[in-house]
């Protein structure tokens, strides 16, 4: 099941300039899509602003005072012009004294956060960590738009391929909970549709991802359900039984044979067990390829569940055609009296029916 998307609503207009304004801004040896850092965060860089932080630049000042009224004015979202002009007049100024310029836009009006998300876009190329130190600024300023605003910078990090960077700074971003939550689900989706191996490598790698990797796995099925149901069976505890259910049952889905292929090439384990179990007792396996389910049932290393299972099977066929079950234990390297221990538990009445 695939994690839903977050939506939101963010003027078309602003979008497609905002992009403009990345492409224009990014140097001729920039490579869109060329990550500042493998996995790990690219540490910040220091800006030294060349006034105090305290006192606001007379033509910093100037301009604030002259653009302010602009988009206060605003009824509805910012036409290219304005927010071409606003950027072109603000953008040097994230370098020179950015500390009174975020504070400054609370000022503008509800349109503000567009030429906040605009402004961060702008620096993205040249210094991505620096964009996403503006971009929880700018949260912090206008807490009510933090989620459109950082929603806004997921795809624009996606492309890119600063997928790390921006989960980091999401986890300690000034967001709610819920939207924090909702916000590192979509980036890790984004990242796996991508490279699910390097953003699984990264969840492992990294404290309090591990909620990230449900989503990122499920991309991996679609791409490569081999690698990743071999990517689950590599998990330690829960997480691998639950991600290796999906795994392979989406991949006997899409490609029973190979996943069969898969499950009998495994040595035993007692971590495919509970997955080995419930596909070789799966009723539509049983009725159109009863010999595949016998010889994943005899891979199950654990004893007691193999033969729980082999008891589930036989009531199974018992449903289908009492002459299957008959037939079932001498298809088996059993002893004569399992045999007939096999037939009495699988047509035994279910606690659930004995006080019928």
Same mark, same amino acid.
């Given at each position: 099941?695939?994690?839903?998307?977050?939506?939101?609503?963010?003027?078309?207009?602003?979008?497609?300039?905002?992009?403009?304004?990345?492409?224009?801004?990014?140097?001729?040896?920039?490579?869109?899509?060329?990550?500042?850092?493998?996995?790990?965060?690219?540490?910040?860089?220091?800006?030294?602003?060349?006034?105090?932080?305290?006192?606001? &630049?007379?033509?910093?000042?100037?301009?604030?005072?002259?653009?302010?009224?602009?988009?206060?004015?605003?009824?509805?979202?910012?036409?290219?012009?304005?927010?071409?002009?606003?950027?072109?007049?603000?953008?040097?100024?994230?370098?020179?004294?950015?500390?009174?310029?975020?504070?400054?836009?609370?000022?503008?009006?509800?349109?503000?956060?567009?030429?906040?998300?605009?402004?961060?876009?702008?620096?993205?190329?040249?210094?991505?960590?620096? !964009? /996403?130190?503006?971009?929880?600024?700018?949260?912090?300023?206008?807490?009510?738009?933090?989620?459109?605003?950082?929603?806004?910078?997921?795809?624009?990090?996606?492309?890119?391929?600063?997928?790390?960077?921006?989960?980091?700074?999401?986890?300690?971003?000034?967001?709610?909970?819920?939207?924090?939550?909702?916000?590192?689900?979509?980036?890790?989706?984004?990242?796996?549709?991508?490279? !699910?191996?390097?953003?699984?490598?990264?969840?492992?790698?990294?404290?309090?991802?591990?909620?990230?990797?449900?989503?990122? &796995?499920?991309?991996?099925?679609?791409?490569? !359900?081999?690698?990743?149901?071999?990517?689950?069976?590599?998990?330690?505890?829960?997480?691998?039984?639950?991600?290796?259910?999906?795994?392979?049952?989406?991949?006997?889905?899409?490609?029973?044979?190979?996943?069969?292929?898969?499950?009998?090439?495994?040595?035993?384990?007692?971590?495919?067990?509970?997955? /080995?179990?419930?596909?070789?007792?799966?009723?539509?396996?049983?009725? &159109?390829?009863?010999?595949?389910?016998?010889?994943?049932?005899?891979?199950?290393?654990?004893?007691?569940?193999?033969?729980?299972?082999?008891?589930?099977?036989?009531?199974?066929?018992?449903?289908?055609?009492?002459?299957?079950?008959?037939?079932?234990?001498?298809?088996?390297?059993?002893?004569?009296?399992?045999?007939?221990?096999?037939?009495?538990?699988?047509?035994?009445?279910?606690?659930?029916?004995?006080?019928?």
């Amino acid at each position: 099941m695939q994690p839903r998307r977050a939506h939101f609503v963010w003027p078309a207009l602003a979008l497609g300039l905002a992009w403009g304004l990345l492409r224009l801004t990014a140097s001729a040896d920039d490579e869109v899509g060329a990550p500042s850092a493998p996995l790990e965060a690219a540490a910040p860089r220091a800006v030294a602003p060349i006034v105090s932080a305290t006192t606001v &630049h007379a033509d910093l000042a100037a301009v604030l005072a002259a653009l302010a009224p602009r988009w206060r004015a605003l009824a509805a979202a910012p036409d290219a012009a304005l927010l071409r002009d606003s950027v072109a007049q603000l953008q040097p100024w994230l370098m020179r004294q950015p500390e009174p310029l975020w504070p400054a836009l609370a000022g503008f009006g509800p349109q503000a956060w567009t030429l906040g998300v605009a402004l961060v876009i702008a620096v993205l190329p040249a210094d991505p960590a620096a !964009a /996403l130190r503006h971009a929880a600024a700018l949260a912090r300023v206008l807490p009510a738009q933090a989620e459109p605003i950082y929603a806004a910078l997921l795809e624009p990090c996606a492309q890119r391929r600063e997928h790390a960077l921006l989960l980091a700074a999401l986890a300690h971003a000034p967001l709610a909970e819920d939207a924090r939550e909702r916000l590192r689900q979509d980036a890790a989706a984004r990242w796996a549709e991508t490279d !699910a191996a390097r953003a699984a490598a990264w969840v492992q790698q990294t404290g309090g991802a591990a909620p990230l990797l449900p989503a990122i &796995h499920d991309r991996w099925i679609n791409q490569d !359900a081999r690698s990743a149901t071999a990517f689950a069976s590599s998990l330690p505890g829960a997480e691998r039984e639950a991600l290796l259910r999906e795994a392979v049952s989406r991949w006997l889905a899409l490609d029973g044979a190979a996943a069969r292929e898969w499950l009998r090439s495994q040595g035993p384990q007692a971590g495919l067990d509970p997955t /080995l179990a419930l596909h070789a007792s799966s009723d539509e396996l049983l009725r &159109h390829q009863p010999d595949e389910a016998l010889a994943l049932a005899q891979r199950i290393s654990d004893p007691a569940l193999r033969w729980q299972t082999l008891v589930t099977m036989a009531r199974h066929l018992d449903d289908i055609d009492p002459a299957l079950t008959d037939q079932l234990p001498s298809r088996l390297p059993l002893m004569p009296d399992e045999r007939a221990r096999l037939l009495a538990e699988a047509r035994a009445p279910l606690p659930a029916q004995q006080g019928e």
